[in-house]
């Protein structure tokens, strides 16, 4: 593959920078899932069963865990309940409707958070992206939230 540069004359909104005379169109609709994707290889049973086992092998020290704080007593089961008495409390609220009520509300407030998000955040990162001026002024303020850890929303839900 040549690596001959050009050079893209700048204008008032782009730098000058050197591009590859042989930009390969398909290699860059690929994107970043070109870089997950290790192509169509052959796998074999051991590292199928090698990287399914490692995440149950993980839940299971984690119950272990668990059940050991349980059997040592360190807090009282009502500040942490055994892995058994939460499954069957599943159980319950399951057959009692509570679960799928609760999941079901959780799932339309998430909806409506985001299509609230979409509606407000589409025409203010379009106006950002056009206007130079707007993006001079709350460029920093947005660049500041976006540092901020999603956790630190919550209060504000």
Same mark, same amino acid.
């Not at 092998?57 to 059997?71: D, R, S």
């Not at 409707?97 to 799932?107: D, G, K, Q």
């Given at each position: 593959m040549p690596t001959d540069q050009t050079t893209v004359p700048a204008t008032d909104d782009t730098i000058a920078a050197p591009v590859r005379a042989d930009n390969d169109l398909e290699t860059l609709e690929k994107g970043?899932?070109?870089?997950?994707?290790?192509? =169509?290889? &052959?796998?074999?049973?051991?590292?199928? #069963?090698?990287? +399914? !086992?490692? *995440?149950? @092998? +993980? #839940?299971?020290? @984690?119950? =272990? @865990?668990? /059940?050991? @704080?349980?059997?040592? /007593?360190?807090? *009282?089961?009502?500040?942490? *309940?055994? *892995?058994?008495?939460?499954?069957?409390a599943l159980g319950r609220?399951?057959?009692?409707?509570?679960?799928?009520?609760?999941?079901?509300?959780?799932?339309? &407030?998430?909806a409506q958070g985001f299509i609230i998000a979409l509606i407000v955040a589409t025409p203010i990162g379009? +106006? !950002?992206g056009l206007n130079r001026t707007l993006r001079s002024i709350f460029g920093p303020i947005l660049t500041g939230l976006q540092q901020l850890p999603s956790v630190a929303w919550v209060p504000a839900a």
């Open positions: 970043l899932d070109a870089l997950e994707t290790g192509g =169509f290889q &052959r796998r074999s049973v051991k590292g199928v #069963i090698g990287r +399914a !086992l490692s *995440p149950l @092998i +993980a #839940i299971a020290v @984690i119950l =272990f @865990i668990w /059940q050991v @704080i349980i059997y040592l /007593q360190w807090q *009282p089961d009502y500040i942490i *309940p055994s *892995p058994s008495q939460v499954y069957d609220q399951a057959e009692q409707e509570i679960l799928w009520t609760a999941t079901f509300n959780s799932m339309r &407030r998430a379009v +106006a !950002l």
